[in-house]
């Protein structure tokens, strides 16, 4: 595609349970990076995948937040027994290289119960 | 760590304007820094990106200037229309790679 997708746009969920959020960055960027934005605070950092290199997963919050890049392209972020301050938008975006500029998909808003 | 901060927090100005907003961050050892434009409830769109090896940068009614000695940017835009109201976020990155974010600066321009 054209730009950087992200599905679900929504996804509203029960609290305790396992949701997975997916990227599809745009074709032959190797960098992968995910954000998050919460109500009322700025953007933070959660993880950053480059080639075939061992992920930055420094921003994570918890043990509970994990992400993978299957083939060097689409990326799933996976967050296990979701709680209340998870609710946030979580924002992908893909660079050709490290350090160029990032382009962000629309976004899933995720709402837990 | 790299802290952003965007002044002011929002911005309300006359159609015709121009609009000037500042970008300042602690550590001036980065790679580039990037402007955004985000619309409510929609994803970040990117306006322009400088390399730290740049004094500016320019697209259309869009100028961005870089002093990393100062660590400070400023993001110009000549004769503000009502569609330019939205958040313009300012991001760096550092040698970590990632963006680190201002708290964006919510402009608008009255028609």
């Known amino acids: 595609g054209a730009g950087v997708s992200q599905s679900p746009s929504n996804k509203v969920t029960e609290k305790g349970k396992d949701v997975e959020l997916r990227c599809d960055p745009i074709?032959?960027?190797?960098?992968l990076y995910w954000y998050r934005q919460s109500l009322g605070q700025g953007l933070e950092f959660l993880i950053y995948?480059?080639?075939?290199?061992?992920?930055?997963k420094s921003g994570l919050p918890s043990d509970r937040f994990s992400a993978e890049r299957t083939g060097g392209s689409v990326s799933t972020l996976t967050i296990q027994r979701t709680q209340q301050e998870d609710s946030a938008v979580y924002l992908c975006?893909?660079?050709?290289?490290?350090?160029?500029?990032?382009?962000f998909g629309p976004g899933t808003r995720l709402t837990v119960l | 760590k790299q802290e952003v901060t965007q002044i002011p927090a929002a911005l309300s100005v006359p159609e015709g304007e121009n609009l000037v907003l500042n970008c300042s961050f602690t550590d001036s050892a980065i790679y580039n820094l990037q402007w955004f434009r985000q619309d409510p409830g929609k994803g970040l769109t990117s306006l322009l990106l400088i390399q730290s090896s740049q004094r500016e940068q320019t697209s259309g009614r869009l100028n961005a200037s870089l002093d990393k000695s100062s660590g400070r940017s400023t993001l110009y835009i000549a004769a503000s229309q009502p569609g330019d109201s939205a958040t313009y976020l300012c991001?760096?990155?550092?040698?970590?790679?990632?963006?680190?974010f201002g708290a964006g600066t919510t402009v608008t321009v009255r028609a």
């Open positions: 975006a893909s660079s050709s290289v490290a350090y160029n500029e990032q382009f």
């Open positions: 995948f480059q080639g075939n290199s061992a992920p930055d």
């Open positions: 991001a760096v990155i550092s040698d970590d790679y990632k963006l680190s």
């Open positions: 074709s032959g960027h190797t960098a």
